[in-house]
């Protein structure tokens, strides 16, 4: 069968013997995972043994691509990184935009996977079938701009394109990532940590390989139009220009911007934190990630204060959250100076952040002391601190070395009732929404297989009260309580449908942007443009394409339970199912998340009692496989 | 009516550096998604900020022109546009290495020269930018043709500053 699209090959690195081996991609893998991370998780599941560590030899890193990956439809420069989360202990993933992923389909291979342990640093060199395992001793405690420039400069290419990891990397900082083109992060789970695990400092790749699709001409009518659609889209055209900071006055319209650690959704200072303060002040470029005419990428400078002359891409909302209202500090170029900071010494900002909040919490509370806390007194709103103890935990010194285990672990160290403070699900820290104000956000969280997730189910059409799009995607009887956000009535209907789509997303792989407020793009186009790129027909039914989804989403449950995950790992920290929303909008609220549990187990083909995927769900969606653990071809 | 040459400009503050034109013109000129086989060429600077897009022309001189040992690389009088003849081509690359926009390339699967034509007077590029960063039109109507030799200063000064720090700071 020739399939179009894929650059039809694996490429394996074993460090241990430091060897590579390209592997066809198995054909059937197309009609039952589409990419990306389908693939992914199909290789995971069948390639780890259970209880491994994380940090130890066995754990492989998976890089992958999707169908779409590198060709002309919008948005399609995404890349995915897949391993056991050393944070979490279970299923990690973590997306990332720049040009990396375009650039490994170009080398020849749709995924890279990274196995064994390296006795010395080395960085991964791929130029289309040259490929090499460098010495990397002298890169080895650079930050990940200075090695990404190194090894650019070692090629003499600046198409060479660099995945590094920083010193939070290098000494296991469980939240460590991985960065890309100097500042787009795969930030979430610890992906950074694997790789320093690996003691692998860098992938470099470069290709010049080209890529066809099934139907080339039909294919380029559909991503022009579909071009099209982006730059008229209004949405789209307000993130070109605000970037994701449009999303703080919408958060603080609705009562759900994190602040004091989730305590409330409202921000006194949340106008300093808005894009419409920023963007005249500091921003000083447009960029835009690979195949992309939205561009929500922004490039900022400080030009006085304490922090002038900081000079970065970034930060997104969620930095500007984890480290603005989470933390209590209404200050940009403190947030800007953070995403440095993070991106330079590799750490994930969202965990860096709410680590931070966690520790600054239990201190108000008292189960830190000065003694632990190296003689500060952790407060909020102090934007200096803020920034040493991130630094601290980069270096893993002082206090730094508890917070760099992540909130879970640091508040079972700690003891004292300071669990409570640690806003996590399943380890891994929340990111900036609340389903307080959003229950169907509420029902994410407790789900998702990495944690709280707000990138595999995040539903924005009853947040939003978009009637018309509920009526027609779920049915008009379901109105109006599937587009209220108080209650938790339809939520999993709504949930379930979202996850299935965002997963062909995350399989093809294209950015998060063009499905989110209002969608640019839906199922309908995905199964449109899939049979074209591929050939595969049977891609072009959106029956189909929920059901590739439902593997996925049913194969990453099995991966966790595989971990110990069920039912009681379902569950949200108790500061939004027992702790009321004070202020605000939603002042009152609270997650009943019980309901929409059962309601979700039954739409997915779990298990009521324990969650588990029941063996009619393994049957339907040709899973019997995973019993045995692997599948023997 | 004067038929004015056009020609192609770039505004590097409204590139995003998406490399989508690069795209578009490997697809429409090779039926393939390969930027290394593009006309063009979008060089990002990550650790800057920036991105600039390197397109064939406006070029005062054509050093292409003037390298060619078999006078393969002609120059339309009026346009100021070069064309190669592939048929007189003898792969020699002169005219790759001396562009100073860096987009004549070989192409080594198939070895021969690719050079932009302009698509012929409806350059692909040009419709795909998303910003309006490449724009085709004549040189009389165009606003942005000073922001082009900016741009070339710009470059200029990055290989200046790049000398320097080699030679350690001796001038």
């Known amino acids: 069968m020739q399939v179009g699209g894929y650059a039809g090959k694996i490429l394996r690195v074993n460090l241990t013997d430091s060897s590579f081996h390209v592997e066809p991609l198995p054909s059937e893998w197309v009609r039952e995972y589409v990419g990306g991370d389908g693939f992914a998780a199909r290789m995971l599941f069948s390639e780890l043994k259970p209880r491994i560590d994380p940090l130890g030899e066995d754990n492989k890193l998976i890089i992958a691509t999707g169908p779409v990956t590198g060709t002309l439809w919008p948005m399609s420069g995404r890349t995915v990184f897949v391993s056991k989360a050393p944070l979490t202990g279970i299923w990690g993933e973590s997306h990332v935009g720049g040009f990396l992923g375009p650039e490994l389909k170009y080398a020849g291979y749709d995924l890279l996977v990274v196995e064994g342990r390296s006795d010395e640093p080395v960085y991964i060199s791929i130029e289309d079938s040259d490929l090499e395992l460098m010495k990397a001793a002298e890169l080895w405690g650079l930050k990940t701009n200075e090695a990404t420039a190194a090894i650019k400069g070692r090629h003499s290419d600046p198409d060479t394109q660099v995945a590094a990891i920083g010193p939070a990397g290098e000494r296991l900082v469980r939240f460590a990532s991985v960065i890309v083109n100097n500042a787009r992060a795969a930030g979430r789970t610890g992906m950074g940590a694997v790789l320093g695990s690996k003691k692998v400092k860098a992938i470099a790749v470069r290709g010049h390989k080209a890529l066809e699709v099934s139907d080339h001409d039909e294919f380029v009518r559909l991503a022009k139009a579909a071009h099209k659609r982006v730059r008229e889209n209004g949405q789209a055209r307000e993130m070109h220009k605000w970037g994701t900071w449009i999303l703080t006055s919408v958060k603080q319209t609705i009562g759900e911007l994190p602040t004091y650690n989730h305590r409330t959704g409202v921000f006194d200072g949340w106008e300093k934190l808005s894009g419409e303060y920023i963007r005249p002040r500091y921003t000083i470029s447009d960029r835009a990630c690979f195949g992309c005419s939205l561009g929500c990428k922004k490039v900022n400078y400080v030009r006085e204060g304490p922090y002038a002359g900081t000079f970065g891409e970034g930060p997104e909302y969620e930095g500007l959250m984890s480290f603005g209202s989470l933390l209590g500090i209404a200050d940009f170029p403190t947030a800007l100076k953070a995403n440095q900071l993070c991106n330079g010494l590799g750490l994930d900002m969202i965990s860096t952040g709410a680590t931070i909040a966690f520790a600054i919490e239990a201190f108000e509370n008292g189960a830190i002391d000065e003694s632990i806390a190296d003689g500060m007194k952790l407060e909020w709103g102090n934007s200096e601190q803020a920034l040493r103890l991130l630094e601290m935990i980069a270096k893993k010194e002082g206090i730094g070395k508890l917070l760099a285990e992540g909130s879970r672990a640091a508040a079972k160290s700690i003891g004292h009732g300071s669990d409570k403070y640690a806003i996590h699900v399943k380890g891994l820290e929340m990111s900036g929404q609340d389903g307080r104000t959003h229950r169907s956000i509420g029902l994410s969280h407790a789900t998702a297989a990495r944690g709280a997730d707000h990138l595999r189910s995040l539903v924005t059409v009853d947040q939003l009260g978009y009637q018309e799009v509920a009526a027609k995607r779920w049915g008009r009887d379901k109105l109006p309580e599937i587009v209220d956000p108080y209650t938790e009535k339809y939520k999993a209907a709504a949930v379930v449908e979202t996850e299935n789509v965002y997963c062909i997303r995350d399989s093809m792989i294209v950015c998060w942007y063009s499905v989110s407020w209002p969608p640019i793009f839906w199922l309908d186009d995905f199964a449109q443009v899939l049979p074209v790129v591929t050939g595969v027909d049977s891609l072009g039914s959106t029956d189909e394409l929920h059901k590739i989804a439902e593997r996925q989403v049913t194969l990453k449950r099995l991966f966790n339970a595989r971990e110990g995950i069920d039912r009681k790992d379902d569950r949200l920290p108790t500061r939004f199912t027992e702790e009321p929303m004070p202020e605000g909008p939603g002042r009152g609220q609270r997650v009943n998340l019980e309901p929409m549990l059962n309601d979700y187990y039954k739409l997915r083909g779990w298990n009521l009692k324990n969650g588990l995927p029941t063996d009619e769900t393994l049957q339907r969606l040709s899973l019997e496989w995973t019993r045995t653990g692997v599948r023997r071809e | ?171």
């Open chain 2, 1 to 171: 009516m004067l038929d004015l040459p056009a020609q192609l400009t770039v505004d590097y503050t409204k590139c995003t550096g998406c490399r989508i034109c690069e795209l578009a013109c490997s697809a429409k000129k090779e039926g393939l998604f390969n930027p290394a086989l593009a006309r063009l060429k979008i060089v990002r600077y990550d650790d800057l900020g920036m991105d600039i897009p390197n397109v064939c022309g406006p070029c005062d001189e054509a050093p292409c022109v003037d390298i060619c040992p078999v006078y393969a690389m002609r120059r339309d009088p009026l346009s100021r546009m070069t064309y190669l003849d592939e048929d007189k081509c003898i792969l020699c690359k002169s005219c790759a290495g001396v562009c100073v926009n860096g987009v004549i390339k070989l192409d080594t699967s198939r070895m021969r020269i690719i050079k932009c034509d302009h698509c012929g007077g409806d350059p692909e590029c040009a419709k795909a930018c998303p910003t309006g960063a490449i724009q085709y039109g004549s040189i009389s109507q165009s606003t942005i043709r000073g922001r082009h030799g900016k741009m070339i200063h710009y470059l200029k000064e990055i290989e200046r500053t790049a000398l320097a720090e080699q030679t350690d700071g001796e001038k």
